[in-house]
């Protein structure tokens, strides 16, 4: 059995998607790499708010430190807040089918990416069906196709999400941290609609902290892919599609090197089913993940 890891592209912001995805296409296409792609479609409210996307004290002195170039331009900060929100794949939709067209797999990440984050816990059924619906038909506009994968902001999921994503012919969702790709229990019973959750941290959680610098960060994410393990990295076009797009390839050409197939999460997918059998039933819980603002949606152990 050969080491497989699945990769999963975040874009939150109009910035992350003219100017992150184009970079990670070309990246991606240098390594002969494919991957899992989730745009937000709607407006991008990130504002000043990005800082609690993105930003811990040890993240922010050690981008300060290290001279790296800011992540984010004044304009992303005031989006949504001062200026006007402007939108993020929508705005983009060569961008969307570039993406497509080149052979990695795509999905909708939200409509408003922020809102959802900062709402969620008190969104009505009704406003949760209609940013699902809102996103669906944003992606299916430019694409001429429907969704079949879901990526929860900031793998934030409630029962009333998944329960609706089960009426939306999708093939899995990537709503929450966890360990393997798992059917969700709700209320005693499982759910058709897989989850792949992510299973490692993502590069701002540690950088700063327990990672000196991006390439210390890529280092350990290799050593965690181990056989027989289903692991997935998350990525976001605005860190490895901007400012640590140096340390993603050098990332990508050293996974190569060492045998570890990287894939897009569908595939994950099948080869976890092909090779062990039923995927376990696991309830979902919300908690903290350490380096990480707010609560976020967790795979519990199986039942
Ligand atoms: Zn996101």
């Not at 990246?27 to 990005?50: C, N, Q």
């Not at 429907?146 to 089960?166: D, I, M, R, V």
């Not at 327990?210 to 280092?219: L, S, Y």
Request: charged letters at 20%; one cysteine or more; a positive charge.
């Amino acid at each position: 059995m050969s080491r497989i890891l699945g990769l999963r592209i975040d874009v939150d912001t109009h910035e992350g998607m003219r100017e992150g995805v184009p970079r990670l296409l070309d990246i991606l296409g240098e390594a002969g790499v494919k991957g899992t792609f989730y745009f937000a479609m709607g407006p991008d409210r990130s504002g000043l708010a990005i800082i609690n996307v993105f930003t811990r004290p040890g993240f922010l002195a050690k981008m300060l430190k290290s001279g790296a170039p800011k992540i984010y331009s004044l304009r992303t900060m005031l989006s949504g807040t001062l200026l006007p929100a402007r939108p993020v794949a929508t705005a983009f939709p060569d961008i969307l089918r570039r993406a497509d067209k080149g052979g990695h797999e795509t999905g909708v990440h939200a409509w408003d990416h922020r809102r959802w984050q900062d709402r969620l816990a008190h969104f009505r059924k009704e406003e949760i069906v209609l940013e699902l619906e809102k996103g669906a038909k944003a992606y299916a506009d430019i694409l001429s196709k429907k969704p079949f994968t879901f990526a929860a902001p900031a793998w934030y999921s409630c029962e009333g999400s998944l329960l609706h994503q089960e009426t939306m012919g999708l093939t899995y969702a990537s709503d929450c941290r966890g360990t393997e790709p798992f059917y969700p229990v709700i209320a005693g019973r499982p759910l058709k609609t897989a989850q792949v959750p992510a299973t490692l941290p993502t590069l701002d959680e540690t950088l700063g902290g327990i990672d000196q610098d991006a390439t210390a960060f890529f280092k350990r994410m290799l050593g965690e892919v181990k056989e027989g393990t289903w692991s997935v990295l998350t990525i976001h076009a605005e860190l490895e599609g901007g400012p640590f797009a140096a340390e993603f390839a050098a990332f990508l050409a050293k996974a190569k090197a060492t045998g570890i197939s990287v894939v897009p999460l569908k595939n994950l997918l099948a080869a976890r089913v092909a090779s062990n059998g039923p995927l376990p039933h696991c309830p979902m819980a919300h908690g903290t993940i350490a380096g990480r603002h707010g609560v976020v949606s967790l795979q519990m152990p199986a039942v």
